[in-house]
């Protein structure tokens, strides 16, 4: 599940082991733990329920590693290093970003979720997602059900990290932002003005057929394709911090295969 290719860039940003305190069985390999991380992100499969015979190590081995790997940073490092060669291979297009989000239903209680908004008994959360104009992600969060989406455009757009790959100065805005009517708001317009972005924003009250669906098509579209992760399909996880890890290694495998793209 984790090609050659794969591991020589994740390898090298994998925390080192911590002194085995007492002896036991051999710690299970780290690329043999992301294989078992990948297989519950894929099949949506419960920890405990994870086959042994895969070699994979215990649902709990690769919950505790993914939950490690999380809090060192691995997957922001990773991500970091994709858009790099795609940059480099001009594979990038900064010429608009497009943000959208999406409910997912949450089967337990715990932060960033809130009431659904069609169905206010149930709990759920919101993947929201910010891609370049091809639709590969640039960024992606997690918030609760009830939050508008505008509230989490700045915090999609800050979340964008500075990518080199060419000569001169590293590039983390794109010339323009195109959004659905929920992020219609004059404020936030000004302040994409601010930092140099141009909103194309869909208003309120203004038939369809603007024309932004030629172009925000790519996000639905990468959207559709995270939730082939059949994990992220239904918010599983109480921490959000968990959910958050399964997302940002879900885009990142989304980067990858378009870095892999002729």
Do not use: Y
């Given at each position: 599940m984790v090609s050659d290719e794969l591991w020589s860039l994740i390898e090298p940003l994998l925390p080192g082991p911590g002194p085995k305190?007492?002896?036991?069985?051999?710690?299970?390999l780290d690329r043999q733990a992301l294989c078992g991380i990948l297989f519950v992100l894929h099949t949506g499969i419960q920890w405990d329920y994870l086959p042994q015979e895969l070699g994979f190590g215990s649902g709990?081995?690769?919950?505790?590693?993914?939950?490690?790997?999380?809090?060192a940073g691995v997957w922001e490092e990773l991500q970091l290093v994709l858009l790099t060669k795609l940059r480099a291979a001009g594979k990038l297009d900064w010429s608009?970003?497009?943000?959208?989000?999406?409910?997912?239903?949450?089967?337990?209680?715990?932060?960033?979720?809130?009431?659904?908004?069609?169905?206010?008994?149930?709990?759920?959360?919101?993947?929201?997602v910010l891609t370049d104009g091809q639709g590969i992600p640039l960024a992606v969060s997690l918030a609760g059900g009830n939050?508008?989406?505008?509230?989490?455009?700045?915090?999609l757009l800050d979340k964008?990290?500075?990518?080199?790959?060419?000569?001169?100065?590293?590039?983390h805005r794109p010339?323009?932002?195109l959004a659905d009517r929920g992020y219609d708001h004059d404020n936030y317009r000004?302040?994409?003005?601010?930092?140099?972005?141009?909103?194309?924003?869909?208003?309120?009250?203004?038939?369809?057929?603007?024309?932004?669906?030629?172009?925000?098509?790519?996000v639905e579209g990468t959207i559709a394709w995270l939730h082939g992760f059949r994990r992220l399909r239904i918010r599983?996880?109480?921490?959000?911090?968990?959910?958050?890890?399964?997302l940002g290694l879900a885009s990142h495998s989304g980067i990858f295969s378009r870095r892999t793209t002729p």
């Open positions: 305190l007492v002896e036991g069985r051999p710690r299970v709990m081995t690769c919950w505790w590693r993914l939950a490690a790997w999380n809090e608009r970003a497009v943000i959208d989000s999406s409910h997912v239903r949450a089967a337990r209680r715990g932060p960033k979720g809130g009431p659904s908004p069609v169905d206010l008994a149930r709990p759920g959360s919101k993947h929201h939050r508008n989406d505008v509230t989490q455009l700045l915090p964008v990290v500075a990518v080199a790959g060419v000569v001169g100065r590293p590039r010339d323009a932002l000004r302040l994409l003005w601010q930092r140099g972005i141009r909103p194309v924003i869909a208003e309120r009250g203004v038939e369809h057929g603007s024309g932004l669906g030629i172009f925000r098509w790519v599983w996880e109480r921490r959000d911090d968990i959910h958050e890890a399964f």
